[in-house]
């Protein structure tokens, strides 16, 4: 007998590519997908899935409220199978407490793998040994929420198809168009997985990052020049290799004058 399951992702692509690899390797009977934590509840409530495939960052309940309201409900758990794209803090806390997890982009390899763990954990009756470590797995993750953003020094970066861990302070500058963050370092060019610059900048030291512009994040330590542009306005020319241009919108003029005491 196949093991039922529910896929809660809000990215289109990412459930439709987790779903062609779950029929590729069989004995998975998806019942359903969602595109939100509150449709997560609603779908694990209403189908009682074996497992399910829980994206970590949704908008409204993240996976964690999602696995918090299940349990203050007492709805019957399901098995966990995490996806996240970039949060490392949170896949420490999975791999604690024996949680299954899938990084994104996902690997037929290592989807088949927490197929097999679900099949062989299937028949075990461990609902409250699991919901304890789901316990404290949401313990873990609060006291991680606390950690100063200061004492996060790295940050994911995807390029080439693989996820680089990257020193902040290495970053030259980020900047989005069309909903796509780039992210530049000297040596690379890639994509974080934030989905606005206010989230990105959240994971950054606010005494080294500015937001010079709706559309870019710069760290001033990699600032090379600055240029003086039309109508008193100014650009900033970047360290990185193609010395790269950035204009510095007019409310943000007067923070670029205290920085740099023009």
């Known amino acids: 007998m196949p093991i039922t399951a529910v896929i809660v992702d809000d990215e289109p692509l990412a459930r439709q590519e987790l779903l062609y690899l779950l029929d590729s390797i069989g004995g998975v009977e998806v019942l359903a997908q969602g595109t939100n934590g509150i449709e997560a509840v609603e779908l694990i409530r209403l189908h009682k899935p074996e497992v399910i495939f829980l994206d970590v960052q949704m908008p409204g309940l993240d996976g964690f409220a999602v696995l918090k309201k299940l349990l203050d409900r007492k709805v019957s758990m399901p098995m966990v199978v995490f996806a996240t794209a970039y949060d490392q803090y949170a896949v420490r806390a999975f791999e604690v407490n024996a949680i299954d997890y899938l990084l994104k982009p996902f690997d037929r390899k290592r989807v088949s793998l927490a197929v097999a763990k679900a099949l062989g954990r299937r028949q075990a009756p461990v609902e409250s040994a699991s919901n304890a470590k789901l316990d404290a797995l949401l313990k873990l993750v609060e006291e991680q929420a606390q950690t100063p953003k200061a004492n996060i020094t790295k940050v994911i970066v995807r ?18 168009e069309d909903g796509t963050i780039s992210v530049v370092t000297p040596t690379i060019e890639g994509q974080s997985n934030c989905r606005t610059l206010e989230e990105l900048l959240e994971q950054l030291n606010p005494e080294t990052f500015w937001r010079a512009h709706r559309s870019y994040l710069v760290n001033i330590q990699h600032i090379r020049e600055v240029v003086p542009w039309f109508k008193s306005s100014y650009q900033l020319r970047m360290d990185d290799p193609k010395k790269t241009e950035i204009p510095v919108s007019r409310s943000q003029t ?7 005491k023009l």
């Open 159 to 176: 390029a080439q198809s693989r996820l680089l861990l990257v020193d902040q302070r290495e970053i030259c500058f980020a900047a989005i």
């Open 254 to 260: 007067k923070r670029l004058k205290e920085l740099f």
